[in-house]
Structure formats: structure tokens, C-alpha cells
């Protein structure tokens, strides 16, 4: 290698076609010389060989005989293989022209050199890594979400239900860099095509335009490569649905509801969703039904408790103690 650039480093930043290093090219400037004089020799034989073959012709015609001539008294062979060495030569012409090329290592696309891997005067074989780069353009995040949460979500793996490039599911980005909180906004662009066999984990892919905000002046820093980030991702919208403390849940899916006399009663409902602090029962309360968020030691049904501010109760929540 005899030329290294500046932007060639771990960190650097490049544009698509800057030259980022330089590898000597006499070797191959020899393999082009060479290669030029084969294709001016190939160029000669094949005249040679059109002007006999014509010849040829010539004379079976003033011999004039009715059978068909031999092909190799036309030179019809010879002629075909001077043709074929033409070809040959003209192909490795080219390909040592590219390689030529390729000695001059310029950038595929805007990107950011993450590992250098040569310096200079090194010696660089054909095949040899050179760098590890990433483009700048977009990034993206690979998100693990269980299983049992994809029915949340507005994307699954079935077969050509959905276009990959157009689920457009909305996800915010969150991560603490240097003491401070920032966001980041992007979208979900596919699905990974299959859950992970220990884990349950089915893989979301979200990209970010311009994660190093090269396209706009921004205080934030950038996503870069390594950053540990938290995603909140939109959800389906569903409607008529009635959200609940967690601790007014008994059980996996029962309540406590009081009646008009202040008396407790089991009721059943559908959970549509719960976390730690709430639960979304999609079916089983009505509007101005109360229920119980204390915890009580022990529930029997029909039992009386005493309503605590009763006059600030609502239909979803109330409190109550013995």
C-alpha cells in the first residue's frame, strides 16, 4: 500500500467515491501492457486467418466441384478458434483494466470507517480485508419482543401479508448519552424471519433516517453503532376498552365489583393487556360499575365493605376497606 487518506481511519467519515487508500498499481499497469499487445496479436491472426479463409473459398469455387468442401479446407476451424483468442484477450484486457481501477480504493457509499484493519506500506493480497465500514444514510435496530406481545402490533410473519418495506410502524428510540436523555423517531421496516428457539423472541427491525443528523442542525447527538437504546413502538388502537390498576385484578381474570349495597362480587373479564402497574379489560365491566382496588386478606362473596370517598368514585376504580 503506498497511500493512505486521512478519512481511512477508525471513525473517519467518508463520501460515496472519495478515494480512501492506494495500493501500488505497477504490477497491474505490466498486466495491462501485456495484455494490450496479446489482443494487437489476436487482431492480426484473425485478419490472417479471414484473409485464407476467403482464399480458400476461392479456389474450391474455380476447382468446380459439386460436393460440399471439408471445413478445414475453408479454414472454417481456424478461422472460429482466432475468433475465440480474440475474445479472450479483449476479456482479460478488461479485467486487467479493473483491476488497475481497484487499485485506487474508493468508498461504495457515505459511510464511517468502524475498523481499520491496514496501514501503510503494508502488503495487501487480492481477497484481503481492508476495513470494516457502515453507511450513514439510515440505521437500524435490531428489537427483541416476545412472542405473546406481537398480537399488540400491527405486523406478523405470515406469508405475503405484509410488504416489508411498507409497515411503517411508528417507534421512539430512548437513551441516556453523557448524563442526558434523547429520542430518536423511526420506523419498523420488517420483521426477522424466525423466533428465536430459546428465547421466544421475535425480532423487529426499525430504522432511523440521518442518525448522525448530517442533513439538519441538532444538539442531539447520534445514534451511533454500540449505543444501548430503550423503543416504545406504536400499537394497534382499540376502542371500548376499560383500563384498571393492577391491583384491582384477583387472580389472572377476575375482579371484585361492589354493588349498590356496598357488597363485594366475583366478576370475570376478559384481560386484553397487563403490565406492571395496569390492565386493559377488553369485556366484563360495565360503565359506572365500581370495583375493588385494595388488597383484602381475605374476600368472601357477598362480603360488605365501607367505600372510601365515595363521592370521588368513578366507574373504573374505587377504594375499599373493611
Not at 36 to 55: M, P
Not at 156 to 179: E, F, H, M, Q
Not at 224 to 251: H, M, N
Request: proline content about 5%; glycine content about 6%.
Amino acid at each position: 500500500m503506498i497511500e493512505v487518506f486521512p478519512q481511512f481511519a477508525s471513525g473517519g467519515f467518508f463520501e460515496k467515491g472519495e478515494i480512501l487508500l492506494k495500493v501500488d498499481p505497477l504490477d497491474y499497469e505490466l498486466a495491462l501492457s501485456r495484455w494490450k499487445a496479446q489482443v494487437a496479436q489476436a487482431k492480426l491472426r484473425l485478419a490472417q486467418e479471414e484473409e485464407e479463409a476467403s482464399i480458400a473459398q476461392e479456389e474450391w469455387k474455380r476447382l468446380g466441384k459439386k460436393e460440399q468442401a471439408n471445413p478445414l479446407v475453408l479454414r472454417e476451424p481456424q478461422l472460429a478458434e482466432a475468433k475465440a483468442s480474440l475474445d479472450g484477450a479483449q476479456a482479460s484486457l478488461k479485467q486487467a483494466e479493473l483491476d488497475l481501477q481497484r487499485t485506487k480504493i474508493r468508498a461504495p457509499f457515505d459511510g464511517r470507517v468502524r475498523t481499520k484493519k491496514v496501514d501503510l506500506g503494508q502488503y495487501i493480497s487480492p481477497g484481503t480485508a481492508l476495513a470494516t465500514v457502515y453507511a450513514v444514510d439510515y440505521a437500524e435496530v435490531r428489537l427483541p419482543v416476545p412472542d405473546n406481545e406481537m398480537g399488540y402490533l400491527d405486523c406478523c410473519l405470515d406469508y405475503r401479508s405484509k410488504n416489508p418495506a411498507t409497515l411503517n410502524i411508528d417507534v421512539t428510540l430512548k437513551a441516556n448519552y453523557a448524563g442526558r436523555d434523547y429520542r430518536w423517531s423511526g420506523k419498523i421496516v420488517r420483521v426477522e424471519g424466525e423466533i428465536d428457539p430459546l428465547s421466544h423472541m421475535i425480532t423487529l427491525v426499525a430504522r432511523v433516517e440521518d442518525p448522525y443528523g448530517r442533513d439538519q442542525r441538532s444538539d442531539r447527538p447520534p445514534l451511533a453503532v454500540g449505543l444501548f437504546v430503550e423503543a416504545e413502538i406504536k400499537g394497534k388502537l382499540v376502542r371500548d376498552v376499560v383500563v384498571i390498576p393492577r391491583s384491582a385484578l384477583r387472580g389472572t381474570e377476575s375482579v371484585l365489583e361492589i354493588d349498590d349495597e356496598n357488597k363485594l362480587h366475583f366478576r370475570t373479564v376478559d384481560v386484553l393487556r397487563k403490565d406492571s402497574e395496569t390492565v386493559v379489560i377488553s369485556s366484563g365491566l360495565e360503565p359506572g360499575e365500581r370495583i375493588c382496588i385494595s388488597q383484602l386478606e381475605a374476600v368472601v362473596e357477598g362480603m360488605k365493605v365501607r367505600v372510601l370517598n365515595e363521592d370521588e368514585s368513578n366507574a373504573s376504580s374505587s377504594s375499599a376497606g373493611y
